[in-house]
């Protein structure tokens, strides 16, 4: 099976970097997601790392390590805009459905 | 981009009673759909995933008889909660897989939900 675990909640204030992480573990690998989801909203797709390495995508960024089954978030200077609920999230085998980790809240404060 | 509709967006029903959401892609034929719970201050769980003219395929502890999933062409796809009870009000998306135009590689794309409220 699959897990995707990551911090509940996370604050920063407004300008801050701030990092969320998400470690999994699965039988499969195929790729590890990003997507961020505003309170009663669908979810936004951010980022998506294949293989080892940082992807920046403007004030965001995603790095992945499968050695070590971990991977995170970077959001730069932080807006108001970001208080958002982000996920990390992988394909199973097969690339037949998409499982979404426990999910991270980041409250962004002025 | 890809759009994905849900309709409704909001519905609040009374205890025993049905609901029917409608997912849809609206500028490209889904491969699959899958529809998303996801209660609050939770993750989204995935519930089934379903195929266009074939039976959906229900994830572990979900009642299939409880949540009918109608996958009747490659841009529409249903969910119906029968006998809805108030542990079922939740918010539910549903996502679709398929290539945009223009697209060359399979992109999954999610609706913007519907909050369902059992009384």
């Known amino acids: 099976g699959q897990s995707l675990e990551q911090p509940s909640e996370v604050t920063a204030v407004e300008g801050a970097i701030v990092q969320i992480n998400c470690t999994y573990q699965t039988s499969g690998f195929y790729g590890l997601s990003w997507y961020q989801q505003h309170d009663g909203g669908a979810p936004t797709f951010l980022s998506y790392n294949a293989l080892d390495g940082l992807e920046e995508t403007g004030r965001f960024s995603s790095f992945l390590s499968r050695s070590d089954s971990y991977g995170y978030l970077l959001l730069q200077e932080l807006q108001m805009k970001d208080s958002a609920s982000y996920f990390c999230a992988q394909w199973n085998t097969g690339f037949q459905k998409l499982v979404f980790g426990t999910g991270t809240r980041l409250l962004v404060s002025p | 981009g890809a759009v994905v509709s849900q309709h409704p967006s909001r519905v609040i029903c009374k205890s025993g009673t049905s609901v029917k959401i409608e997912c849809r892609s609206l500028?490209?034929?889904?491969?699959?759909m899958f529809w998303y719970r996801q209660f609050p201050k939770q993750s989204l769980m995935l519930m089934a995933t379903?195929?266009?003219?074939?039976?959906?395929?229900?994830e572990q502890g979900v009642e299939k008889d409880k949540f009918l999933i109608n996958h009747a062409s490659l841009t529409l796809s249903t969910l119906t909660v029968t006998s809805a009870h108030p542990e079922d009000s939740s918010f539910y998306i549903c996502s679709a897989r398929g290539k945009a135009s223009g697209g060359s590689t399979d992109t999954q794309y999610f609706g913007p939900g519907t909050r369902l409220t059992v009384l």
């Open positions: 379903s195929n266009e003219g074939s039976k959906a395929t229900y």
């Open positions: 500028d490209f034929q889904a491969t699959t």
